[in-house]
């Protein structure tokens, strides 16, 4: 009998062929804390007298959550991390370097390995093939002492995507709509596979995103068989030699196979208070928006931050309307600032956080008032989440977020994105690698033209 | 172990958020005012109220959503002695465990706040006394019912130096 990814990645492990619905103890690759839940697991393990670590080169700890921290308590906790770091030669990623789950799959992801990780959004990592799940701090207190952690082999969705995005379609409408058809715990337990000419196709910034949202299925992890496009972003990271080609037998056995065909997908909006109220653009065009949010572990990479570009680059926002954004990480923002992405973010009157958790998580940064709309490119609208029960969460991909930001109601990007094909004749060119020297220096003009 | 309490019942898709806000963030190291705020979002008067021995009762995907192990902790701590859903979040269910707090896969709908009930953890029985009624729940898996027993993972941990799968 064949194997699934899931069964293929624990076997290796354990040194025996695993099936689902096993128990089995494994040893893990890496472990994964961030300032929410790491001094509990700090504090467990002090429980037992253990101060140390597997192999320190191997657990990571983050301050993202609340970065930089904006309260007394949180400071005192991330000393509480550092320290521990410190005396457990475990590393640290502080203030500012970003979110956990783009830092960790920039850095330390290999395809085949087992990451657990306190923080549910830790199986982004199966993007890389690696499989990754959140567990909690005791959990990952014993896994990353010991180096091991139990698990349930799980079963397996296989989701089978083909056809090409249409225009202004992206993959977060995809992971969105999937979600609305099986449900916020429609995978609970289990493990999803994404396969099909669209996902061997699909770019790493855009596996990211369906891995990421995996767990709002209620999925144990996302993964997505190691290919080209794996070896290529694993060499752009300087671990090219880590590469390996993971993928199922063509006999595995799955628990259910779901196709989809993305070729007449619409924009998708997540309504409050569920991610899998997932409704067409359509349904929601209109809704008025007091806040915009680009950014987070599930869109706040280089290639989101460019669609957003490519939008209001040159555009007014609706005053009404705050726009805040929060590249993912230290090495995007420094790249954004490169192709002059931030300078027109800032021109366009958005707010453009330091690297981090914050405003997603209702820590700092962005909590709405009561009674205002939110549109966001987070992965979560539950009541509550930004800080704020009082406030409405809609969910959407960095395209409908700019369109919205413009117009400061949920708005379809296609009126303003630039057809691919027009886009070479257009007066004013938009290309995905930022402003030639001489297109900003036309934009720096108008700014003074305008004072 | 013989449990005794009232139901407290809530609906369907109880988040971590509502369990434990991320509002209170930074009382994630100060756990007994956590624990003040246990369910503000879904019913401010839960934490208020709450008697130590009842039961939180939800409806399906309880706990859904972030990792945050204080979300069971914060409930154990208010003095809830099990929680019942017809389904949990993989996560929730597994911190459940590991911090102590028995969860109960069980039908539901005709549990209402303020039934009395008397639970017996190694029978798998749930006697609602207010209603004359029997339920069963879903025994757990092997693993889990070690690690409860032992009163969650550290302590289990502690006890056989390692995991104790069977």
């Known amino acids: 009998m064949g194997q699934t990814l899931s069964e293929r990645i624990i076997s290796e492990h354990v040194n025996r062929k695993v099936t689902a619905g096993e128990t089995v103890l494994t040893p893990v690759d890496l472990c994964l804390l961030q300032d929410g839940t790491a001094p509990l697991a700090i504090r467990q393990l002090g429980k037992l007298g253990l101060e140390k670590v597997f192999n320190p080169k191997r657990v990571v700890f983050f301050i993202d959550h609340a970065s930089p921290s904006p309260r007394r308590e949180l400071s005192n906790d991330h000393t509480l991390i550092k320290e521990f770091a410190k005396k457990t030669g475990a590393q640290l990623s502080d203030i500012g370097g970003g979110i956990s789950h783009q830092v960790i799959n920039e850095f330390y992801v290999n395809p085949g390995d087992i990451l657990i990780g306190a923080d549910s959004h830790t199986c982004t990592g199966g993007a890389l093939c690696a499989f990754a799940t959140g567990l909690g701090s005791s959990d990952v207190a014993i896994g990353m002492a010991l180096g091991k952690t139990w698990f349930r082999v799980p079963e397996t969705f296989k989701i089978v995507i083909k056809g090409k995005f249409p225009f202004g379609v992206f993959a977060k409408d995809l992971i969105l709509h999937l979600i609305g058809l099986i449900g916020a715990d429609g995978a609970t337990y289990k493990a999803l596979e994404f396969c099909g000419e669209t996902i061997e196709n699909l770019p790493m910034h855009d596996r990211l995103t369906l891995s990421n949202m995996a767990v709002e299925a209620g999925a144990k992890v996302g993964l997505i068989a190691s290919d080209k496009i794996t070896q290529k972003f694993l060499q752009r990271m300087g671990r090219g030699n880590k590469y390996r080609k993971i993928k199922p037998d063509s006999d595995a056995v799955y628990d259910r196979v779901i196709e989809m065909d993305v070729s007449r997908l619409e924009p998708q909006i997540s309504f409050p208070h569920t991610v899998d109220n997932t409704r067409p653009l359509s349904k929601a065009k209109g809704i008025r928006i007091q806040q915009v949010f680009l950014g987070t572990c599930t869109n706040g990479r280089l290639e989101d931050l460019a669609i957003f570009y490519n939008i209001v680059k040159g555009r007014k926002r609706d005053p009404q309307t705050r726009v805040i954004i929060n590249p993912a990480s230290r090495t995007i923002y420094l790249q954004a600032i490169e192709r002059g992405y931030l300078e027109e973010f800032v021109r366009f009157g958005a707010e453009v956080l330091m690297p981090g958790c914050g405003p997603c998580v209702g820590v700092h940064g962005g909590i709405p008032s009561d009674g205002e709309n939110i549109l966001s490119t987070m992965n979560r609208n539950f009541k509550g989440r930004m800080g704020n029960p009082e406030s409405f969460i809609y969910l959407a991909s960095p395209a409908v977020c700019a369109a919205t930001a413009l117009k400061g109601e949920i708005a379809d990007p296609r009126e303003f994105l630039p057809q691919p094909k027009k886009a070479i004749k257009a007066k004013k060119p938009v290309s995905l690698k930022g402003p030639s020297p001489k297109s900003k220096a036309k934009s720096k003009t108008s700014k003074r033209k305008k004072k | ?166």
């Open chain 2, 1 to 166: 172990m013989l449990l005794k309490g009232k139901v407290w019942k809530f609906g369907d898709d109880i988040s971590t958020d509502l369990i434990a806000p991320g509002r209170f963030y930074h009382l994630r190291s100060n756990l007994n005012e956590f624990a003040k705020h246990v369910m503000e979002d879904a019913d401010p008067t839960f934490a208020s109220q709450v008697q130590a021995g009842d039961f939180l009762v939800g409806g399906k995907n309880f706990g859904l959503g972030s990792s945050r192990e204080h979300a069971p902790l914060i409930i154990k701590m208010a003095g809830v002695s099990a929680v019942m859903a017809k389904s949990f979040a993989r996560i929730f269910y597994r911190n459940a465990i590991n911090v102590g707090l028995p969860v109960l896969v069980c039908e539901t709908d005709k549990l209402e706040t303020g039934d009395e009930l008397e639970v017996d953890l190694e029978k798998g029985l749930i006697r609602n006394l207010s209603k004359g009624l029997t339920l069963d729940f879903k025994p757990l898996p092997k693993v889990m019912i070690n690690i409860l027993q032992d009163g969650g993972l550290v302590a289990h941990i502690e006890k056989h130096k390692d995991f104790k799968l069977d």
